[in-house]
């Protein structure tokens, strides 16, 4: 399975960005899809995370300005992210966790970078 995100980019302050992320698997091949996020030296941080069902939770330094939303039948996620603030600014990483034949595996993309000038 691989996982390849784009849409990443330099943005000024106040812009928008939308993350794109498309799985290379067999429909419904996940539970749950997300977004995460790391700043060189830190740790990787859970931006947002979609289930199957549609259920979605969201990091508290979203703040209602990112929207998540998938189509696991594509194996597909999205994160279309406004009022982009400069510590926003990291490579952002998706992944999904597998079910059925994939059942008990982490996949993760190779990450793409946004940078939010001020």
């Known amino acids: 399975v691989q996982l390849q995100a784009c849409g990443g980019g330099l943005v000024q302050t106040g812009g928008s960005l939308t993350l794109s992320c498309a799985a290379s698997?067999?429909?419904?091949?996940?539970?749950?899809m997300g977004w995460y996020r790391q700043v060189p030296g830190n740790q990787r941080d859970l931006v947002a995370r979609?289930?199957?069902?549609?259920?979605?939770n969201y990091a508290d330094f979203v703040e209602g300005r990112f929207t998540i939303s998938g189509d696991f039948a594509k194996n597909t996620v999205y994160l279309q992210m406004n009022s982009l603030k400069p510590e926003d600014t990291a490579v952002y990483y998706c992944?999904?966790?597998?079910?059925?034949?994939?059942?008990?595996?982490?996949?993760w993309g190779q990450g793409t970078e946004v940078t939010v000038s001020s």
């Open positions: 992944s999904a966790e597998g079910q059925r034949w994939y059942r008990g595996r982490q996949f």
């Open positions: 698997a067999r429909p419904f091949s996940f539970n749950n």
């Open positions: 979609i289930t199957e069902g549609g259920s979605t």
